[in-house]
């Protein structure tokens, strides 16, 4: 059986390519203009498209159009009354003492909402009939606008979608594109939910045309399934319904692939570090991956369930800059594909964190991407003299500078995902991963003092790794607003309905019904509280509530047993497993010594500057498990290079993962 994993990113489309009981890795670049082109272009490279039967993809096409505003014109249908719930939002304020932040302007403009005369109260009973007369001319005017795509949010639809399936029946009349808040997030809290179907309208349509244009051009034998944001992967046809379940689609299968890599090295405490060309993406993995329904996309919420990973602008493409003050800042504009760093010799002439890397030594110009790809030394250090000028400092001080504000932005960004949550990053293992991930893992640990960092066998393509061993995965919820002394029979009622239409829905996709799981989850809060935790549900209500206190006490450091608690959301997730091949574990022989292929010089920073050391260079083919190096070193890939500073010593494990920790001192 031949099946491949395809993650398209700003610079690189990565391709893992399973055949024959072997693994192949492939990197092309990008074609942001139009994805497909990229992935049609490696897949035929490799020879693979006639065999090809299964093929798993994770797109940016919608993420980057919500990012660059550059979705489809949506338009709103809500409750009469309520047109503004999506420009009213919250009241939180993303800088608290900023007096002039600036709100992200919504999605759909005012003039482009409209109203329909209807009323539910909030047991789903009908207040006020559906006016026919209002819902035609809200259409109307959409149309007159130009719309593509029309978002239906009506309230209290999630107890009762009558009126919104009429609704959504009429606009789907009309040929637009319809995204029922009903179908894509029957739940609670009128404004992340309108939030959500409105972004899964804006981009709707361009995810609709994108993947029926890979259809077509793939071979008829090739099943096409998408990647989520929760780590689980979706056909392509619901994908087209449902795109906003796609956004975080590539960094959720780095998070995936990671959790499988140190699982089998034994690790289940990871911090995973996802460095491209444009961003980094990083998670906490506690045992289990960290689920979120409180995501965020552009300034913009959505309630759909992903993976907790958080992003900033830092990758191998971020340019390097000066605010007004004078500072050096690196990103989050990126040089992206095209025309990429200067050091791609592709007309960039911004200084970039790959471009420092070159000057520093750390990246060989010869074999980037095996000897595929040439980098312009001269170019890079054109582009870093630039910023040399103006520090007023040598060449080699000016790219170190970018590279301590590139970590310290990523630093930060770790430091968000464990210490603000209370874990400490001192009692996880640090698997680095992307293009650029074994490039700064060891010094971002020594920064946040992170015992141990683990480079996986193929770093780069770790992405399109996860999707391919991703389960195909369904999300269902019910809000049922219910204390938990009167909640057991409406629980039990809601998972046997929720129950019955995940196996239905897996079994239209082909899961086999011995591969079907169902996971059970409850959203629970103390009575007055406005947010509620996600609590695994298994057969006793007691003890999830139990489990809430203890959880509570966790994240929040206290809790109160005598409290009274409400069940806010009934949870469901239908697994379909995927049969995951299995890393091949390899016998480790002790002192095995191996020659470096070459020396050259890298420049590392110390406590007096810039030094320069004579580090030797080591292909990581040679590299058998139970090799023991003791850095400097560098070890070169096909679709990485990992950096082994001073005072750092690396083993090879049995499943041929790089262990680096530092030395004892």
């Known amino acids: 059986m031949t099946l491949a994993g395809i993650d398209t990113g700003g610079t690189f489309t990565d391709i893992v390519l399973w055949h024959e009981g072997q693994l192949k890795v492939h990197k092309v670049l990008s074609t942001p203009a139009d994805p497909s082109q990229a992935i049609l272009g490696g897949l035929a490279q490799l020879d693979a498209l006639q065999h090809l039967q299964v093929l798993v993809h994770g797109s940016t096409v919608a993420t980057n159009a919500v ?34 932040v600036h709100k992200v302007p919504p999605l759909v403009p005012r003039a482009r909402r409209m109203e329909v ?28 606008a ?27 009349a009309t040929g637009l594109y319809v995204s029922a808040s009903c179908e894509v997030l029957p739940e609670f809290r009128e404004y992340e939910r309108t939030s959500t179907v409105v972004l899964n309208a804006y981009v709707g349509p361009l995810i609709d045309r994108y993947l029926a244009r890979l259809e077509q051009a793939l071979p008829q034998q090739t099943v096409l399934r998408i990647m989520q944001s929760n780590g689980g992967s979706i056909s392509s046809s619901m994908a087209r319904r449902e795109a906003a379940r796609t956004l975080l689609s590539g960094p959720a299968a780095g998070v995936v692939g990671a959790t499988f890599v140190a699982k089998a090295a034994a690790c289940r405490q ?28 552009g300034g913009y919420p959505t309630k759909l369930p992903m993976i907790d990973i958080h992003t900033v602008g830092a990758g191998g493409g971020s340019i390097a800059w000066f605010d007004l003050g004078g500072a050096l800042r690196v990103g989050p504009a990126s040089t992206g594909a095209d025309p990429g760093p200067a050091a791609y010799g592709r007309g960039g002439t911004d200084a970039t964190v790959t471009d420092a890397h070159v000057v520093l030594g750390r990246l060989i110009p010869t074999a980037f991407l095996g000897g595929a790809m040439q980098l312009d030394m001269e170019q890079a250090s054109q582009a870093v003299s630039t910023i040399a000028h103006r520090l007023k400092t ?11 504000v590139v970590n310290a932005n990523m630093e930060a960004a770790i430091r968000v995902i464990s210490v603000e949550r209370g874990c400490d990053p001192r009692n996880f293992t640090l698997v680095a991963f992307g293009g650029a991930g074994p490039l700064h893992a060891c010094e971002l640990a020594a920064g946040l003092r992170i015992p141990r960092v683990l480079i996986p066998t193929s770093p780069g393509v770790l992405s399109a790794l996860g999707m391919l061993i991703a389960d195909t995965l369904k999300d269902y919820v019910r809000t049922v607003m219910v204390l938990s002394e009167d909640a057991r029979e409406v629980i039990a009622s809601t998972f046997t309905v929720l129950q019955e239409q995940g196996r239905h829905d897996l079994l239209q996709e082909d899961v086999p019904a011995e591969r079907i799981a169902i996971e059970r989850y409850l959203d629970l809060r103390y009575v007055g509280q406005a947010y509620e935790l996600t609590i695994p549900f298994k057969e006793e209500l007691a003890q999830a509530i139990n489990d809430f206190h203890s959880e509570h006490e966790r994240r929040f450091g206290y809790s109160d047993p005598h409290e009274r608690v409400q069940v806010v959301n009934v949870r469901l997730k239908a697994r379909g497993m995927a049969d995951i ?30 030094v320069e050391h004579e580090v030797a260079v080591y292909a990581r083919s040679t590299l058998r498990p139970g090799c023991v190096l003791s850095g400097p070193a560098l070890i070169t890939q096909y679709d990485t290079i990992t950096v082994v500073p001073p005072q750092w010593h690396m083993q090879v494990d049995a499943f041929s993962n790089l262990i680096i920790e530092p030395l004892a001192t």
């Open 67 to 100: 990012l660059e505003r550059k979705g489809v014109l949506t338009g709103l249908i809500t409750t009469s009354g309520f047109r503004d719930v999506l420009e009213i939002g919250r009241q939180t304020r993303p800088k608290l003492y900023d007096l002039r």
């Open 270 to 297: 990871l911090i995973t570090l996802d460095i491209g060309g444009t961003s980094t993406d990083v998670a906490l993995v506690d045992g289990t991956m960290t689920e979120t329904t409180n995501g965020m996309i």
């Open 581 to 610: 091949p299995m890393l091949e574990q390899q016998e480790m022989v002790e002192h095995t010594a191996v020659e470096p292929t070459t020396t050259r010089g890298v420049i590392f920073a110390t406590s007096t500057g810039a």
């Open 394 to 404: 040598s060449l080699a001080e000016a790219a170190l500078g970018i590279i301590r």
């Open 146 to 172: 130009g719309v593509e795509a029309i978002a239906i949010s009506l309230l209290f639809s999630f107890v009762n979608p009558v009126h919104e399936q009429r609704v959504a029946e009429t606009v789907r």
């Open 117 to 144: 005369v209807e009323r539910l109260n909030e047991r789903g009973e009908i207040l006020v009939e559906l006016d026919e007369n209002s819902l035609t001319t809200a259409l109307d005017s959409l149309q007159a």
